[in-house]
């Protein structure tokens, strides 16, 4: 059973306008999310987190929502560049085992120059 | 080096045969943990390490896998009887304290045949 559900498995945006991913959980006991980036052959890389206590976290281009009402999460990039094609996962964890994140599919995004 | 170090990078195993995976990770950082990636899925958490406490090993699929951190750095991950479901990338990623940023690894691409 997923409890971490990235329903696009890819996106393609253009350079310039705003790339939107979405993210979906079922554990209502997950307080903190995450967005990693992956590049093909690399480890995943941290990008941006939110705590449950907050609805918006801002960083630069990357600005991550939360709606906790309807267990949703979104990431959003502006301006998409070229340089954010990659894979973004979705995660989460719970207190007491933050360690252990929840991992979704991930969503391919390429930005068309 | 500097990241989280991984090898082999890559590993073509016969069904059956024993393996081990190494990860070397940030120096300094108490925190180490094993993840895999199948093919078309999320990382899947698999043990998680912290200084000398016990480690959390909920996440090994089977009694065939076990892992080892020897001096509190470096972690060996171990496969017994391979199988072809075992085929994965397996990522190591450390933290300098539980539920911090968590550095990963760019993996262990494991191919059972």
């Known amino acids: 059973d997923q409890q971490v559900k990235q329903n696009s498995p890819s996106l393609s945006v253009q350079e310039g306008r705003i790339s939107i991913l979405n993210c979906d959980y079922t554990n209502s006991m997950f307080d903190y999310f995450l967005w990693y980036k992956k590049y093909p052959a690399e480890g995943p890389t941290f990008l941006i987190s939110i705590s449950s206590i907050k609805d918006k976290n801002e960083d630069g281009r990357f600005t991550v929502f939360l709606n906790k009402s309807a267990k949703h999460l979104s990431l959003h990039i502006v301006p998409s560049q070229p340089g954010d094609s990659a894979v973004y996962f979705c995660a989460a964890s719970t207190e007491g085992s933050n360690y252990k994140l929840t991992f979704g599919k991930g969503t391919l995004l390429t930005v068309n120059p | 080096g500097a990241g989280v170090s991984q090898s082999p990078s890559n590993k073509v195993t016969e069904k059956g045969k024993d393996v081990e995976l190494r990860c070397d990770p940030i120096?300094?950082?108490?925190?180490l943990y094993w993840y895999r990636q199948s093919l078309g899925q999320g990382l899947e958490f698999l043990i998680y390490f912290q200084g000398n406490s016990a480690p959390d090993k909920s996440g090994l699929p089977s009694d065939r896998f076990s892992a080892e951190r020897t001096g509190g750095s470096v972690s060996t991950l171990t496969i017994q009887r391979t199988q072809q479901e075992d085929s994965a990338v397996y990522l190591c990623?450390?933290?300098?304290?539980?539920?911090?940023?968590?550095?990963f690894g760019e993996g262990s691409w494991l191919t059972v045949v």
């Open positions: 990623a450390s933290s300098s304290v539980s539920g911090n940023t968590i550095y």
């Open positions: 120096s300094g950082h108490t925190a």
